[in-house]
């Protein structure tokens, strides 16, 4: 029934033991930082504002690591909002208490208190992001994580000349916080964006920004890896460079094999890294951020964001040539660049299932004097609800599919004021550790069809198919050798996406859209995976310092 869509409530069965004192074999170096959660005043549009930061820099501190390394974090709180950070993409084997969604994990870290995150980069390297994960923080609470291989092991593709970070992010003017309190109680869409930033700097296109943009300086026939991360709110974005092509050769923090395009696409929360060969004449060329926006009759910033790819050589004067990007309705470019993805060095695919869901993601419409979202976050998170056995925080009886089948994205009811009745609470479903998991996700057309970026923490999962309109069993192709191995998918507009994964980390882990206002909304579901046998299969007990509510 489509009044599940935004009930998405997946959970997971645990109990636990020791999450600090696992040995890995092969184990990296520790790695230390120290996080302050501190206000930052800044001018950019015409305006000057406070924004929530991390040691006072936008975008955030980088984490620097190698393949299984540990990480130990110290978050301390400085500002009056609650905080947590979230590894994104960091599995976080058996350190479930570390992964930080609020009221999924931990309780939010309160004003004035501090919590310490400690993870192992356990057989993973690549590009990944941290981010606030309580309301809408992570608009200026973000920054990257960039993995590098063991010593010794190289790159898959030839060695770039130089690597940059490249963040893609949205900016409001307004406080968010506040602004989420007023887009919930109004019961609409959420504002479109004042502009979009690459690292930070919103470029020559906005107001009072003609020198606020991000340049990358390059050197003639040398090429480049782009390590790009999409930490934008409410909107997917294209990206491309003018006159150059973009090689594709990670994606999520894992290999694919390499393929060229001249354009690509990023949700919110997924990451990618590209290869860019300076082979045009010496000038200087825009980088481009723009909308893409698959829904119908919703707002959102049109104007591009603009950084600059410049050729040692070029005058300072010389003109920038202008980036081509995608319509924002441009559904078939984002299906070429997820035709091209495949895995590098592709795993276990699992072939037989165990657990199998079917699950509607999209819009529902509730009565305006509703105030619970869909999914409801327990007064305690889900993870110490489930560990200390605590009733009445939350249920497990999250179904399998849909109450009633029907043509989801052609006959859903999207008529306002038609109300869908969805229901709200905290639904999870209990997985068997080791159990084999093939999750359905299919667009609906209730309100609108939308390209939905769903992102599973504690796990990457194998995307084995997707397509358009309604999925059919019987005729949908799925590729089981060689599938690219991710984090967040983008369910596409008016279709679906099945992925696969082993449930083989206990604990509690957060699925939902990673299109905040959506998630605000409920869009959001829990897993609440079983310990196996023995100390490496069972999640260890929470760290003494863990939050309070």
């Known amino acids: 029934m489509a009044n599940l869509a935004t009930s998405m409530l997946l959970c997971l069965n645990l109990s636990l033991h020791v999450a600090m004192a696992h040995d890995w074999p092969g184990g990296g170096s520790t790695r230390f930082y120290d996080f302050k959660v501190q206000t930052l005043r800044v001018t950019k549009l015409c305006n000057t504002k406070e924004i929530v930061t991390i040691n006072r820099m936008f975008p955030g501190p980088v984490i620097y690591a190698q393949e299984d390394d540990r990480i130990i974090v110290k978050v301390t709180n400085v500002t009056p909002y609650n905080a ?15 992964d930080g969604p609020s009221y999924i994990t931990q309780c939010p870290i309160q ?8 993870f192992t980069l356990v057989k993973q390297k690549g590009t990944f992001f941290w981010h606030a994960h309580v309301s809408w923080l992570r608009a200026t609470t973000h920054g990257a994580i960039v993995v590098y291989p063991k010593t010794g092991i190289s790159y898959p593709f030839k060695q770039p000349y130089e690597e940059h970070i ?28 004042d502009a979009f930033t690459i690292n930070g700097h919103p470029g020559p296109n906005y107001n009072c920004s003609r020198n606020d943009v991000y340049k990358i300086e390059v050197v003639p026939g040398k090429t480049y890896l782009l390590r790009l991360i999409n930490a934008g709110l409410n909107m997917e974005n294209f990206f491309a460079i003018a006159y150059h092509n973009l090689t594709v050769v990670e994606v999520d923090a ?5 393929f060229t395009t001249d354009s690509v696409m990023l949700g919110p929360g997924q990451t990618m890294n590209v290869l860019v060969t300076a082979d045009q004449p010496i000038g200087k060329y825009c980088m481009a951020m ?24 070029a005058a300072p004067s010389c003109l920038s040539l ?111 550790y080791g159990s084999r998991v093939q999750v359905i996700f299919q667009d609906t057309g209730t309100v609108t069809t939308e390209n939905h970026p769903i ?22 192709d799925f590729n089981l050798i060689d599938p690219p191995y991710m984090n967040t998918i983008g369910v596409p507009v008016g279709g679906w996406a099945a992925i696969r994964f082993v449930a083989d980390n206990p604990g509690v882990w957060f699925m939902h859209c990673h299109l905040d206002i959506h998630q605000s909304w409920g869009l959001g579901a829990v897993f609440i995976v079983k310990n196996g046998k023995g100390e490496m299969e069972t999640l260890p007990h929470p760290p003494a310092d863990l939050p309070r509510c």
């Not at 947590?84 to 350190?95: D, E, P």
């Not at 490249?166 to 964006?193: F, K, N």
């Not at 894992?254 to 390499?258: A, D, F, L, M, V």
């Open 455 to 476: 992102h599973l923490h504690g796990y990457s999962f194998y995307v084995v198919g997707y397509g358009t309109g309604n999925f059919n069993p019987q005729t949908a």
């Open 111 to 118: 004003a004035g208190q501090a919590f310490t995150y400690e």
């Open 290 to 313: 723009g909308p893409y926006m698959s829904a119908q009759n919703v707002s959102f910033q049109n104007i591009s964001a603009i950084a600059y790819f410049q050729y040692l050589g």
């Open 322 to 432: 202008p980036a081509k990007l995608p319509r924002f309705n441009d559904s078939l470019a984002v299906m070429t660049v997820m035709d091209g993805l495949r895995s590098l060095n592709p795993g276990d695919v699992p072939k037989e299932i165990d657990a199998s869901l079917f699950v509607t993601v999209g819009l529902n419409i509730n009565k305006c004097q509703s105030k619970t979202p869909v999914f409801v976050n327990p007064t305690i998170s889900v993870l110490e609800a489930y560990y200390k056995k605590l009733v009445g925080h939350f249920t497990e009886d999250f179904p399998d599919s849909p109450l009633n089948f029907y043509d989801f994205v052609n006959e859903a009811p999207n008529n306002a004021p038609n109300n869908t009745q969805a229901t709200n609470g905290t639904r999870t479903k209990v997985l068997e």
């Open 166 to 193: 490249v963040i893609l992010g949205e900016y409001w003017l307004r406080d968010v916080v506040q602004l989420e309190r007023q887009v919930l109680a109004s019961g609409g869409a959420a504002p479109p964006a």
């Open 84 to 98: 947590t950070i979230h590894w994104h993409g960091v599995r976080q084997k058996l350190s479930c208490w570390f």
């Open 254 to 258: 894992e290999y694919t094999k390499s």
